[in-house]
């Protein structure tokens, strides 16, 4: 019984030991963490569109590639 316990205590260890080293890692990188950012220039256009209320939201969409749900 003993023995099962120090090896969960010394897998949870290394398991933790690498969660540490793979954030260390990412922030040398500069690797971003989340979603990507969306296009400008595509949110300014859909939103003309969607203002100039001649197109509905679906055309839009089809049109920007930007989703429903985004505008």
Known sequence: MLVILIS???KSRSDLW???SEIGRRSC???KNGRP???EAVLKW???L???KE???KEIAEITGVSRATL
């Open 8 to 10: 969960l205590a010394q």
């Open 18 to 20: 690498y969660y540490a």
């Open 29 to 31: 990188k500069k690797l």
């Open 37 to 39: 950012k969306k296009n």
């Open 46 to 48: 859909a939103l003309r």
């Open 50 to 52: 969607y203002h100039s």
């Open 55 to 57: 197109y509905s939201i």
